[in-house]
């Protein structure tokens, strides 16, 4: 039996953006993989709840969680989020403008996908971009605008079309299964 390829989805903790991560999760669920977040809420839990919906797929849906007692009180209650079928509790508290730190779960989140795309996001979402480049995982980041991820650096390749994204994860997990 071969392993199937994960794909990690990065974004925003705090806006869905339902319309990208609706079709990215949709179609990830169409194609075999296993589905790997933050396990949080927003893109998280959107992108998430797409792929958890589609009948008879074959991945499931990681999430890679932070430290308990690390985020606010008010969020705390949505990690894991509804759709997440594997927790992965860490002991990692550092999230956001830190989470390219030691102590983030963004280093397991990156070294652990086969191939990441990026949706837009805040310093959390950069972080785990810088580590995708550090780390030497292939990368892309579905945006309108380069700059729906503040700092993003300009070696990141940014793709508006939906079918280019596509293309470019089948040929980045075509080694590990996809």
Do not use: C
């Not at 199937?4 to 319309?19: Q, T, Y």
């Amino acid at each position: 039996m071969s392993r199937l390829s994960i794909v990690g989805v990065m974004g925003s903790s705090e806006h869905r953006h339902p319309a990208r991560a609706w079709a990215l999760g949709t179609w990830l669920a169409t194609e075999g993989v296993h589905l790997l977040n933050g396990g949080g809420t927003g893109v998280m839990a959107a992108v998430s709840e797409a792929f958890a919906g589609v009948p008879g797929r074959r991945g499931l849906v990681i999430g890679v969680l932070p430290a308990e007692g690390s985020v606010a009180a008010e969020r705390r209650a949505h990690y894991p989020n509804a759709w997440i079928d594997i927790p992965i509790r860490t002991h990692l508290p550092l999230l956001g403008e830190r989470g390219s730190e030691p102590l983030s779960r963004n280093h397991i989140n990156i070294l652990t996908s086969d191939v990441i795309v990026a949706l837009p996001g805040g310093p959390g979402t950069l972080s785990e971009v810088h580590l995708a480049q550090r780390y030497g995982r292939p990368i892309i980041a579905w945006l309108e605008r380069r700059d729906e991820i503040p700092g993003l650096p300009e070696d990141v390749l940014v793709e508006a079309d939906f079918e280019k994204v596509k293309a470019f994860v089948r040929r980045a997990a075509s080694g590990s299964g996809l």
